[in-house]
């Protein structure tokens, strides 16, 4: 079945300190990855996206790495501060659906220590 | 401008009661979305509707009955609320075709927050 999931609920960082979000997917046919960060009371809002033919995008204090052998991918965020306090979902379009439907992981909620 | 906006945020209703959320998207966007998001965060999809034709439906009671009267509009109708329909909706909308459906194309709503007692 379809199945794009994150290793650990909440994670817990002090300001300043680096945080390293994981998201495991099952469907080695999947082609494109995209982060969300959802606010309290929000939507989800993108952060940043990699294809399947990259191993490495960077963005503004994010960076996420796809690692397509163990079907894996993380998002580290840099410098973390207290406004990236939020829940992080990992989600997948499989570009050959030609519909835009996007599968998300479980979601790991973050919290930033000050 | 709000881009994708749903109304109600907040809903508190009783069993058995019909409901309905409406969105609506001002970003001429063909293709908008719903999502359901449950007590755990989970997000999953319910329906998807392209320039007013449905092209998604996950698999959804069919007391959820969605409705596009145009391409900016996308409400979602429940019949004889239960229990497990308590949850968070979110609407979305992205542009049509393949090419257009990437992360920063597709807008959420800020959540219509159902609670059936």
């Known amino acids: 079945g379809e199945s794009v999931g994150l290793h650990l609920p909440t994670l817990s960082v002090q300001e300043g300190d680096n945080s390293i979000i994981n998201c495991a997917y099952s469907?080695?046919?999947?082609?494109?990855f995209i982060w969300y960060k959802q606010e309290s009371g929000k939507g989800p809002q993108f952060i940043i996206d990699?294809?399947?033919?990259?191993d490495k995008r960077q963005g503004q204090r994010v960076t996420v790495l796809l690692n397509k052998t163990v079907k894996h991918l993380s998002l580290q965020i840099a410098a973390t501060q207290p406004g990236d306090s939020a829940v992080y979902f990992c989600?997948?379009?499989?570009?050959?659906?030609?519909?835009?439907?996007?599968?998300f992981g479980q979601g790991t909620t973050l919290q930033v220590k000050p | 401008d709000t881009a994708v906006s749903q109304t109600p945020k907040y809903l508190v209703t009783q069993m058995g009661n019909d409901k309905s959320i409406k969105c609506e998207q001002n970003?001429?966007?063909?293709?908008m979305y719903w999502y359901k998001q449950d007590s755990k965060k989970f997000l999953k999809i319910m329906f998807s509707?392209?320039?007013?034709?449905?092209?998604i439906n996950e698999t959804v009671p069919n007391r959820f009955s969605p409705k596009s009267p145009d391409k900016a509009h996308l409400n979602l109708h429940i019949n004889s609320l239960e229990l497990g329909d308590s949850a968070v909706y979110f609407c979305?909308?992205?542009?049509?075709?393949?090419?257009?459906?990437?992360?920063?194309?597709?807008?959420f709503g800020e959540g219509s927050w159902l609670t059936v007692v």
């Open positions: 989600a997948e379009i499989r570009s050959s659906s030609n519909t835009g439907k996007l599968i």
């Open positions: 469907n080695s046919a999947s082609d494109y």
């Open positions: 979305a909308s992205s542009p049509r075709g393949a090419s257009s459906y990437s992360g920063n194309t597709i807008y």
């Open positions: 970003l001429g966007h063909d293709t």
């Open positions: 990699i294809r399947s033919n990259m």
């Open positions: 509707y392209n320039n007013k034709e449905l092209i």
